[in-house]
């Protein structure tokens, strides 16, 4: 796979000075227009120690404007980073919209070491490199414009480039005794980077080989392929709209002619709670999680739970039976509301991921990530093939959150259009309530069957073993809110069993 | 001081009940009026162990609309906070405008044990509590509303309600060793309480004393007090604006009558570097300064580099000779531009504590804080008085950069009006570079004596010993590089000499 970076290409001197001040000219128009355009631009290094990354960085600092480069390397994880699951502190990190980030270290420098060192197995280096395909996968349907460089040196073009830094005063201090053990490894690296190339080079991200031998060289093709990928894709989104790709706001969504039997039409919506059951329940299930939360903080077990359902469903007043058991120092409460502009600069996961609490805490997503497959996808905010992947990207960040041991619940609250339109109209009435309902609560209510499909899609695609939905009628106020308290201790008390 | 807060007063049941539903009507209408009001609410609590600070804020959270409620605890700092000025992760945790922030434990928790403690002396302790003032008074006069609760219980009341808790099966956890250890130091815990009171409470932020010993009472006591001070502020900004009160734009800047003759009038404009020592200077410098970051990162003493100077006059340049010679992984360049809408929500200090780099690091500000006291005054964005408390305030954030050991420096890069005049003249003319030539860098011209006299200001309130302000003359762009390059190395030098 390599071989063809083993040619010892070199770009002489007075080439290089040609080709450069025309190639800095283009990177920085180019960068100006990036500047407006709706994507963000990732560039990953990875590769040989001593072929160039960090000085073909730094080239392009020079080249380009380097306030609207962001450079990222990562090294052992801090605790914080620990306390969260592995690919956090990547999305913290990721470049907004209209911005380049280049990353020296990257999700990719931990498994290639860990397989290299024989601290993975094959089995387990290839879901990782599943899992950085996926990651790859969600930003770049999301738009941002992936470009993978791999430094390349053959082991004795290695050898040579290491004695030469070491015998340079001002940059020997780059040369460690963990670079010679890493050239010692050359063979277990090479073979664990081929495999990592093959894996991961896919259409939207693909990776692409260098030769790290020449300094001039090198810089240039980095910088030109760059260039002319980001030039591409500018170019592309000016061209004339494709015509139209089918897509349409469903409204309403499309049943296929079938009557609309959905599993929210399942529920038993008659319920009840009698007051004096509920006083006793209700003391009796905050006793038992104030109990659990209390083993769970020690354990560093973090809980988090999303809460979806109909407006006046009674997510709020679920929410607080709940953390009047809590410590106050124990739980947050995010409000899912419109996007703040550097929310909405990102991935629409993106402000999802950076809420995720230190481990033995709880966190209540009041709305969610579901957002996109819900109101984006009625109101047509969100495109289809958009929100058709989104139950995937869903399910590997659900995936990722239980895998670092995480208790996730979600909750959809049930309630009947009729008790829905009563609960309106009491909130008109009382004053301090009135505010609470919207315009947009009533024309919310004219889709309600678009939403109950909606749903229903939901929950068929997302609700995993690991992850799943609990349905909640929520026509009686005092069933629902036990419903909620006991499936949460029943969840945290079996997976503190485990633990 | 805390006699009054031990008269074991209660609220019974009856009244209880007749209070609170009309308080948390109150709260609600007064929260919901609150979202839309430019100023944030910071409520702290303190006080003895047991005297309910916990279920007090767990009562607010019931009470109020929590989607709009943070609750905030600091525990013993993270490894990721521990490399950053103390003040960073409070300041990282501050609630945006409209919003109610609840600290738990807050930056009066570590002073005051580290008092009771013995682990400070009473002069370093006074030192902090005027930290603790200083802090408080930049977010106050920024229109934060800052209330303070100290949750009082006398010796032998805690005593009493740690025994019962003790006793209760559900919250006996509540209760550690450290809470009876504290409540042996009960005395001179209340030695220190009574001199952190004294000396922070400010007309601005005024420490109110409550009495724990009943939960009713306690709970009514500080809810009833935030709805006041909430509604006091919310009816006041409904007020008709006062009458003019002498704020105008300050254009132009009134100068006494006095011949305006500033600093920068100073400096040796005619200064040039030939191009032969130029490049032999900048090698020079190049490679000392990298030898020297390398010392810093293992030293872990970071470096701050502040860029301020008149449009065009090469900070751009000057900053890519620096990170030229840095490793990539080690530097950050922070451009400051417009404020996002997160960061417009915070006060200006906001933005610049929350990029602070991790230990060993280099960040380099090409503009800064000083924003406020340039543009944002001379083009009366702030108000007269909110740029004049702004040195204080710069002064007070500097000052916790170096106490922390960061090595500070700050650069107005200085060229005359003429030389101004050409190299706009030259950008218009270069392709790549016209982009980087707006109507305001024309109209900011037309100001030229107003910020000459604004940076003459500058340079005398903030030019401390500890981080001095270098001018530097910037018509020739060579020996403006390697002033540059050199002060820096200097200052590294003998940072790192001393370390």
């Known amino acids: 796979m390599f071989r063809t970076a083993e040619l010892q290409r070199k770009l002489p001197k007075e080439d290089y000075h040609l080709q450069v001040s025309q190639l800095r000219e283009e990177l920085l128009m180019m960068q100006m227009e990036l500047r407006k355009a709706p994507f963000p631009v990732i560039v990953v290094f990875a590769g040989v120690d001593g072929a160039g990354k960090g000085e073909t960085v730094n080239k392009l600092h020079e080249w380009l404007d380097s306030r609207w480069l962001m450079t990222r390397a990562f090294g052992e994880p801090s605790d914080e980073e620990r306390d969260r699951p592995e690919y956090w502190r990547f999305w913290r990190d990721l470049p907004p919209k209209g911005r380049i980030g280049l990353f020296l270290s990257s999700w990719y420098s931990m498994p290639i070491l860990d397989r290299v060192f024989d601290r993975n197995d094959l089995a387990s280096f290839d879901e990782r490199l599943e899992r950085i395909k996926t990651f790859e996968q969600t930003l770049a349907d999301d738009g941002a414009l992936i470009l993978k460089f791999w430094m390349h040196l053959s082991k004795d073009a290695q050898k040579d480039r290491l004695r030469k830094l070491e015998k340079n005063p001002l940059l020997h201090w780059r040369i460690s005794k963990r670079d010679w053990q890493h050239w010692e490894m050359y063979d277990r690296f090479i073979a664990a980077a081929e495999r990592t190339i093959m894996k991961t080079s896919t259409g939207l991200a693909p990776w692409k080989i260098v030769e790290g031998y020449d300094e001039r060289y090198r810089s240039v093709a980095v910088a030109t392929a760059i260039r002319d990928a980001i030039r591409f894709r500018l170019d592309e989104s000016k061209a004339p709209a494709l015509s139209s790709n089918g897509e349409k706001k469903p409204t309403p969504l499309d049943t296929g002619g079938l009557p609309t039997v959905t599993i929210l039409s399942r529920l038993e919506m008659e319920k009840t709670l009698a007051k004096d059951v509920y006083d006793t329940e209700l003391k009796r299930y905050q006793a038992k999680l104030n109990q659990l939360q209390r083993t769970a903080r020690d354990k560093k077990v973090s809980t988090l739970l999303v809460f979806e359902g109909w407006d006046a469903a009674g997510k709020g007043g679920s929410i607080r039976r709940i953390t009047a058991a809590l410590d106050a120092r124990d739980y947050q409460v995010i409000q899912v509301a419109a996007p703040t502009d550097e929310e909405a600069a990102h991935n629409y996961l993106w402000r999802f991921w950076r809420h ?85 609560d009533w024309r919310n209510r004219e889709r309600w069957a678009d939403y109950e499909l909606a749903v229903n899609d939901l929950v068929e695609r997302t609700s995993t073993r690991q992850a799943p939905w609990t349905l909640v009628a929520a026509n009686d106020k005092r069933h629902a809110r036990i419903e909620v308290l006991r499936t949460l201790c029943e969840r945290l008390e079996s997976a503190l069993a485990g633990n």
Chains 1, 2 share one sequence.
């Open 356 to 440: 995720l609490p230190r481990a033995g805490r709880v966190t209540i997503y009041d709305r969610s990530w579901y957002g996109r497959v819900l109101v984006e996808r009625i109101e047509g905010f969100a495109r289809t093939r958009e929100w058709q992947r989104a139950y995937a990207e869903i399910n590997d960040f659900e995936a990722q959150l239980v895998e670092r041991g995480i208790v996730l619940l979600k909750f959809w609250l049930h309630i009947t259009p009729d008790e829905q339109l009563r609960r309106f109209q009491e909130r008109e009435q009382i004053a301090y309530k009135a505010w609470k309902l919207t315009d947009e």
